[in-house]
């Protein structure tokens, strides 16, 4: 209790214990000659040094319920805190027990985030997963689905190499149409040529669409055979732009991110 507090609480103890130093015994007889004493209490009214440190001291113990408040909801947050540290020690050290050499688990602001590099799930310049891929998501997925107070984000990354736009190779040449019977002196009639297409055979024109193709390959395979809860999944595309390391082949990768479960209202 603050000092000022203290010494108002004992002075009004003092005050309200102790008569005052002269006043004259309710029924004494007054003594010849004397001066009329003072007024009783009950006429002067209520003294004001009385009613200064009665308010201080319920400003003290306002003061005092408030503080107590405050460390309560602090101790609880404290607690609150903790138990989440532990939850996301604990999922770390489990993914990271499933994900093993393929890729890395790490732990930050509360979201628990889950790194595959991309030879593991994808051929070069595509967006089908490989065997080992189904593999390694399969585990991925079977740990992801025991979590359900989890938002997954699957996020798809690429290096800075732009894509490269194969040719399609020359196409056979086109059969000759024989003329047809009853006809003399005409010419054989030419093919129908095709129509000009682009020289594109991949769908993906940038880093843009490979790394948006490959984070929806992932939720996919989520919802579609490690059967997680689809309201929980969102495919995010980052392209070449999130770069993580000056090493290509480590910017290139897939990272399933794991954030707080946000309670969505219907509008």
């Known amino acids: 209790m603050p ?8 002075a009004v103890a003092a005050f309200m ?16 000659g004397s001066a009329p004493g003072p007024a009783p209490a009950t006429e002067r009214g209520p003294d004001p040094r009385v009613q200064e440190l009665e308010q201080e001291l319920a400003d ?6 408030e503080q107590k408040a405050e460390s309560e909801t602090l101790r609880k947050s404290e607690s609150e805190l903790k138990v989440k540290a532990d939850e996301a020690a ?9 994900v093993g050499k393929f890729g890395e688990v790490t732990t930050e ?6 790194e595959l590099v991309d030879k593991i799930l994808f051929p070069v310049g595509e967006a089908d997963l490989t065997d080992n891929g ?5 585990e991925v997925g079977a740990a992801l689905k025991d979590i359900d107070d989890k938002q997954i ?11 490269v736009v194969r040719k399609p190779k020359d196409p056979p040449p086109a059969p000759k149409v024989e003329e ?12 129908e040529e095709p129509p000009a297409g682009s020289d594109a055979v991949l769908p993906f024109i940038t880093n843009w669409e490979l790394s948006a193709a490959r984070a929806l390959t992932v939720v996919h395979y989520l919802q579609d055979e490690a059967k997680v809860d689809p309201s929980r999944l969102a495919a995010v595309a980052f392209g070449q732009y999130r770069p993580n390391s000056k090493s290509k082949a480590k910017n290139r990768r897939i990272e399933i991110v794991l954030y707080p479960r946000a309670k969505l209202a219907p509008k």
Do not use: F, M, Y
């Open 3 to 10: 000092n000022k507090h203290l010494r108002a609480v004992i």
């Open 17 to 32: 214990a102790v008569p005052a130093c002269g006043a004259q015994q309710p029924g004494a007889p007054q003594a010849a």
């Open 60 to 65: 003290t113990k306002r003061a005092l319920d």
């Open 90 to 98: 604990a999922l770390q050290t489990k993914l990271a027990e499933v």
């Open 109 to 114: 602001d509360g979201a628990v985030r889950v």
């Open 134 to 138: 189904r593999k390694v998501l399969a």
């Open 153 to 163: 984000w699957v996020q798809g990354h690429t290096d800075d190499s732009p894509i």
């Open 180 to 191: 047809p019977k009853g006809k003399k002196g005409g010419k054989a009639g030419k093919a």
